[in-house]
């Protein structure tokens, strides 16, 4: 684990927790102290109802991480699992093929609101809709080295041995595709926050009464024109910092993993090249 | 005759395209809880007997079966008839005409200011790869890929609409004046705020890409020889550099289109734009059924029409690939 690794990830956790800690009792209606703008006792100024703009950005970041994980989870077992039918037989691998053309083919947004309109929105909505648009690019990935995988010796010798093909997945299959099982889990992550915001601020995702990110935002459009800057100015800084901080996660893990696996190969490559000067053995 | 060949094999995998997403389009919405009775009556839904609501079912074969439906609805989309929107109550393709111009405008004016800003910030810090120059521009870039472009869209309509009053609040016209007195530079000008929030964030894609590209191309033999010959700086870059990059850094730019929707629909929903991105939300939101399949099957064409001319740029106008190149 290196520098670049942990910092974001602490500070990830120490945000996640603190919002978490926040009661939602917290967050109340105060009429003396409505709209007022940043200061030290309201460090992100109150809204028309008198409430801590602070407390509800950090509860709305909560809304955001929870269903940003969720739904990457969601979205990354969809990958596997559809990348593990493709290696089952070429038909089903055309479908499923197929099926990633025809979901990058609209835009993801539509997708989205045509999701959420079928489902008629809230969470269920929401997380439902960003696992079904967000699998596409992972089933790419995944597929590619599955279908490469497939092929290889101890594969097809496990199979050959008289193993089920389910346990091929689970001996052979998850172990092999673990590191871009997380790092397309993280990349996914981001993406499904930034997604959820502008859907719910479209007015297709969550309901007006959650405290989420989008929902604020979209509430603060009504009171621009009367100056009140810091009702979308706060919690849209601290959703790009949420964003940036896992983005940043994502690449450095990435590139840990990256830079080990060239590692491997160059001793795998290494390796053959000895093996191959050394032994000149008859039967090679 | 190749390019024909080519042509009639992509017009067909559009067909397919379309089909597939209009099935699909018409599942989801048909498994959707909403009554399109109750969408179209509204508030006065009360005041309607069970035989009138049968009749409506009926006018509108709502009392057919699904596949019926999709059927008829299919045929008649073959005609050029996109059905009436409940919204507007008006013909589909009425409203969508209308709306289309709008939205052209926006997304062309983002599209063509974001191409041109990003190859220009992408070869300056390509040629200046590693110095603070290059170091900004990435950072840039990197922090814009992750900012919501709805909210960015919302500091410049505080910024420059409330504050300085440079611009419009939102519309695509001055309120008050009849439709046909608008000038193409009212449009325009109201055009502007949502086009730029668009641009700045597609920015990053094209700048990012032509980066790299260029990198690339900085890295091969024949630019150390063109140095040894002497060429440097500017000169080097339009004789080299640019010629070799731009086609692949157009053609991202061109498979782009999908976000440039979606973010059309979020940059004309902050500036309360009228375009086909605030008709699908409107659609949406309101239950118009017909309108919402139809922008989705024009949004469909759109992203396909991007990735096709890029693909052409790529297949047909670089003249390396089409000699004795592999077409298929």
């Not at chain 1, 992100?44 to 909560?62: C, P, Q, S, V, Y």
């Not at chain 2, 009212?186 to 980066?211: E, K, M, W």
């Amino acid at each position: 684990m290196t520098k670049k690794v942990m910092i974001p990830l602490i500070l990830l956790i120490v945000l996640y927790t603190t919002s978490i800690l926040i009661d939602k009792d917290m967050i109340q209606v105060q009429l003396l102290t409505k709209n007022h703008p940043p200061s030290l006792e309201h460090l992100f100024g109150t809204d028309w109802l008198g409430r801590d703009m602070f407390l509800r950005t950090l509860k709305g970041l909560e809304l955001s991480i929870g269903i940003g994980l969720l739904t990457a989870v969601l979205s990354t077992m969809i990958g596997f699992l559809l990348s593990v039918l493709s290696t089952i037989h070429e038909k089903i691998d055309q479908v499923i093929s197929w099926l990633v053309d025809l979901f990058l083919s609209l835009p993801h947004l539509v997708t989205l609101i045509l999701i959420s309109f079928t489902l008629g929105g809230g969470f269920k909505g929401v997380v439902i809709g960003l696992a079904l648009t967000h699998w596409p690019q992972i089933t790419r990935v995944l597929r590619g080295e599955l279908l490469q995988l497939k092929e290889m010796p101890y594969v097809q010798l496990s199979g050959k041995f008289g193993q089920s093909f389910w346990w091929k997945v689970w001996h052979h299959y998850v172990p092999h595709v673990l590191p871009q099982l997380l790092v397309g889990f993280m990349l996914i992550f981001p993406h499904a926050i930034l997604h959820e915001a502008s859907i719910t601020f479209l007015g297709f995702g969550l309901s007006a009464d959650e405290p989420a990110i989008g929902i604020i935002l979209s509430e603060s459009m009504q009171y621009l024109t009367s100056g009140m800057w810091w009702l979308a100015f706060f919690p849209g800084v601290m959703l790009l910092i949420v964003i940036l901080l896992f983005q940043s996660l994502a690449n450095s893990v990435k590139n840990d993993l990256e830079r080990d696996i060239q590692h491997e190969a160059f001793i795998e490559h290494s390796a053959t090249n000895h093996s191959a000067s050394e032994n000149k053995s008859p039967y090679s | 005759m190749q390019l024909v060949r080519y042509l009639i094999k992509r017009s067909i995998r559009l067909a397919i395209l379309l089909v597939a997403v209009s099935f699909l389009t018409f599942l989801l919405v048909s498994l959707s809880p909403i009554d399109p009775v109750r969408a179209y009556i509204g508030a006065e839904m009360l005041t309607v007997s069970p035989e009138q609501r049968e009749a409506i079912e009926a006018y509108w074969g709502l009392d057919q079966s699904k596949p019926v439906q999709y059927w008829q609805w299919v045929k008649s989309l073959a005609t050029g008839d996109l059905g009436t929107s409940l919204l507007y109550r008006a013909p589909v393709a009425d409203v969508i005409a209308d709306r289309f111009l709008s939205s052209f405008l926006l997304m062309g004016l983002a599209w063509l200011l974001a191409g041109l800003l990003g190859i220009v910030i992408g070869s300056v810090a390509a040629m200046r790869a590693n110095t603070w120059v290059d170091r900004m521009i990435r950072g840039y870039c990197y922090l814009l890929l992750s900012t919501p472009g709805f909210w960015l869209g919302l500091l410049l309509l505080m910024i420059f609409s409330v504050w300085l009053g440079l611009f419009p609040v939102g519309l695509s016209a001055p309120v008050g004046v009849v439709s046909s007195e608008v000038t193409v530079l009212d449009r325009v000008y109201h055009a502007i705020l949502p086009a730029l929030t668009l641009s700045i964030i597609g920015v990053a894609n094209v700048c990012l890409h032509t980066r790299e590209k260029l990198l690339d191309i900085l890295n091969q033999p024949f630019i150390l020889q063109a140095k040894a010959n002497g060429f440097t700086g500017m000169k080097l870059y339009f004789r080299h550099g640019f010629r070799n990059m731009v086609l692949p850094a157009v053609s991202v730019h061109f498979a782009s289109f999908g976000e440039l929707f979606g973010g059309a629909i979020l940059s004309e929903q902050v500036f309360s734009y009228p375009g086909l991105g605030e008709a699908i939300v409107e659609a949406g939101l309101n239950g118009d059924i017909p309108l919402l399949l139809a922008i989705v099957l024009i949004s469909a064409c759109f992203v396909f029409i991007g990735n096709f001319l890029a693909d052409v740029l790529y297949q047909w106008i670089d003249p390396r690939l089409r000699k004795g190149g592999d077409q298929s």
